[in-house]
Every structure is written in C-alpha cells, then in structure tokens.
C-alpha cells in the first residue's frame, strides 16, 4: 500500500476526482475542493456559456459549485464528479431558465439542416481552417438547445449513458440528437460523411 | 471523407471554440470563498476552537452564584459569535472554568460581553429570556426571541434538565431560558406554545 502510494507520489500521478471529492467530503478541507474546481471549472463554464451565454453562465456556475460543496456528502463514488457536477448545473441552469421564462425547447428541427448555406464541392477543397471553424462556431451557436447539449457533452467525454442520465432522457433520444447535431455541423463546416 | 476523419474533425473545431472561451477570472475565487464559508460541524467546532484561542475578546467568563439552580461555583464561557447560517450565536458553557477573582473581573470588562448584555438587554425582562427549542447539526438551541441562536453545552442542558422546574428540550417547544444578573442561564422553564415570540 504504501509503495503504491510512494510510487503516485513520485510518479506524480494525479488524484482522481472521486478521490477528491471523497476526502472532501470527509474532511472539508479546501484543498481538495480547490483542486477539483480548477480541473472542471472551465468544461462546466464553456458548457454554460455555450447554453446561455457569459451572465448568465457565470451565475449558474456558481451555484451549481455552491450545491456541490454543499450537498458533498451526498457525492456517491459510482459515478464521476463530472457527471455529477453536470446534473447539478444543467438542473440550475433549466430552474433559471424557468424562472426568467426563457426556457423554450424543441426536441428535433430538421429544417434547420437545409434552412444553412451548404458550401459546393469547390468551395470545400479552398476552405481553410479558419473558415471552417468560423462555420462550426456559426453552426453551432444555431443548433438547438438539447442537440448542441448532446453534443457538447460527448465531446467532454462523457457516456451515451451518463448523457442520458444528465438530460434526464433515454439513451436512444441522445443518440437521435447526437445525429442530427452532427449532421447539420458537418453539413455546415463542409464535411461529409460516407454513405451520407 | 471517413466518419472518423469528419468525427475529429469535430472535434478539433470544438476543442478550438473551447480554448476561446474562457472564465471570468473572479469565479474560481467567488466559488472558493463560497467553500471556505462552509465547513463540516465538526470543523466548525476545531476552527471556532481555534479562533478562540487567537480571538481571546469573544471570550467571556462567567460564574453561577450558590443561589443558582446550577449549583456550582464553577465558571463558564459564553462565546459570542457567529453560527455557519451567519446568524448571532451565543454558546454557553462551552467549557467549564475554575473560578479565579481575575476572571470575573475580566468578564465585565470585556467588550463582547457587554455586546451580549446589550442584546439580552433589549428584552423586555433580561433574566427571563423567551425562545424556540431547535435542533440544528444534532446540538439542541434556543432560538432566543430578537436577540439570536443561544447554544448550550450537552452537559449544561443535563445539568438543567435535572433541575426542579425543568423542561423537556423538545425541537419546536416554546420556552424561557431563566438569566441571573450576569446574563447566564440558570434554568429552562415551559412557556406557552401560543405566543410564539411576544411582542
């Protein structure tokens, strides 16, 4: 045991975040909480802001933190402290929502895909980078809510499974907005898929 | 092109949307400041321990005269401070104290415990001082009517409840915390439930 330790130790091998949260909620201590918001605090932001935008999104940060230091008792170690952090805050971020009667969804707008701007077959061949990242940001910002959730969520690594349990939906609901999310940014960003 | 060209693809875009946008720079400190505020009961207790003993003026000594329900010549603290809901807390009794002269004389100069007598002072009787029975963190208060949470130590509610005129310290019961002139607590007496808080 404690040569698995001295190895972490001089390995540096970094303290998961279940750990983390585990030895916080046992003794409170600040380091540990302190360790944890500096390792997800800018995923969690970068998924508000991309929901509501900055105002919002620092305001919602914090309070879901605020829940988390509170409730970290009730951290389990079954899941991770991201998911777990990510259900708190897009349950604050919907309550706010509601509560400044701003929360207005659609499951699925397929006309969104064909409403863009498709670039030809020559225009992708001469679209740099820089282009086409200004059209993943433009497309982006106009995918719907639970589709660019969905897919923001996927890119932070997170399960189809643990997507679901964050949204609070099935897993084949996700899978449909990860599909139609994709679809229309590859279809605005100029890539195509095989078979498409 | 292949879906796992197009999927990292996707990817480098998102990832490069991501390296822009960045945090206000006071949220990590607002949500820290947020944690240092709460902390677990039993730190509460270490670190109000440890406060006490470099904030020696929130210390006040006090003692109970033969003519107390308490019986004894000990002395005891009164801390006046705040509890994690920053609320106006006072405990009593936290420690029991030999009895010293300089002690005592030490008491009635200190400024908190003038700030408490204020407080008390501000009832219409300062020795019978009404309040709410509360549990709070599994330690039993009395919310005392306009004046603030009183904290008494397990071993003082004992002491009380063993007394003549004792009441049950039951979490919504209404009740007077009995003062001596020194503003400490020298029995739990029944009131009635009705009147909540008198005006």
């Known amino acids: 045991m404690n040569i698995t330790i001295g190895l972490k130790n001089w390995l540096n091998i970094a303290e998961s975040n279940e750990n983390l949260m585990l030895k916080y909620a046992d003794s409170g201590e600040l380091k540990y909480i302190k360790e944890i918001v500096k390792r997800l605090e800018k995923d969690l932001y970068h998924y508000l802001f991309s929901q509501v935008g900055p105002e919002l999104a620092s305001d919602v940060c914090q309070m879901a933190w605020e829940k988390v230091i509170k409730n970290r008792r009730s ?22 929502l509601r509560k400044q009667q701003r929360w207005q969804v659609e499951e699925f707008d397929e006309s969104n895909i064909n409403d863009h701007s498709t670039p030809s077959k020559a225009q992708f061949d001469v679209m740099n980078e820089i282009e086409q ?13 639970l589709q660019r959730e969905a897919f923001i969520l996927q890119q932070e690594g997170f399960r189809l499974r643990e997507i679901a349990q964050i949204t609070h939906c099935e897993m084949e609901t996700v899978k449909s907005r990860l599909r139609y999310a994709k679809q229309t940014l590859t279809t605005l960003i100029g890539e195509t898929r095989e078979g498409e | 092109m292949s879906n796992k060209h197009t999927e ?8 490069n949307r991501k390296k822009n946008v960045i945090p206000p720079p006071n949220l990590q400190e607002a949500i820290l400041a947020n944690a240092k505020q709460t902390k677990p009961s039993i730190w509460k207790w270490v670190s109000w321990q440890y406060a006490m003993g470099i904030f020696v003026a929130v210390i006040i000594f006090g003692w109970n005269r033969n003519d107390a329900p308490l019986q004894t010549n000990e002395q005891y603290s009164v801390v006046a401070t705040y509890n994690t809901d920053h609320t106006t807390t006072y405990y009593h009794d936290v420690t029991f104290l030999s009895a010293d002269q300089n002690d005592v004389k030490n008491i009635k100069e200190n400024a908190h415990y003038q700030q408490y007598l204020a407080a008390i002072e501000s009832l219409k009787d300062k020795r019978k001082l009404p309040g709410i029975v509360k549990s709070i963190d599994n330690e039993i208060v009395i919310q005392v009517c306009d004046v603030g949470v009183f904290q008494l130590s397990r071993e003082m509610v004992n002491h009380l409840l063993h007394a003549p005129s004792h009441s049950q310290m039951v979490a919504g019961k209404a009740v007077y915390l ?17 009147q909540q808080c008198p005006s």
Not at chain 1, 79 to 95: E, H, M, N, Q
Not at chain 1, 133 to 145: I, M, S, T, V
């Open chain 2, 8 to 15: 990292t693809r996707l990817q480098e875009c998102y990832e």
């Open chain 2, 178 to 194: 009995m003062a001596d002139e020194n503003g400490f607590i020298t029995a739990i007496e029944n009131r009635d439930s009705l």
């Open chain 1, 75 to 96: 951290f389990s170690d079954t899941g991770t402290v991201k998911s777990w952090l990510f259900k708190i805050a897009r349950s604050a971020l919907i309550d706010e």
């Open chain 1, 133 to 145: 990242q200004q059209r993943f940001d433009a497309a982006f910002n106009e995918l719907p809510f």
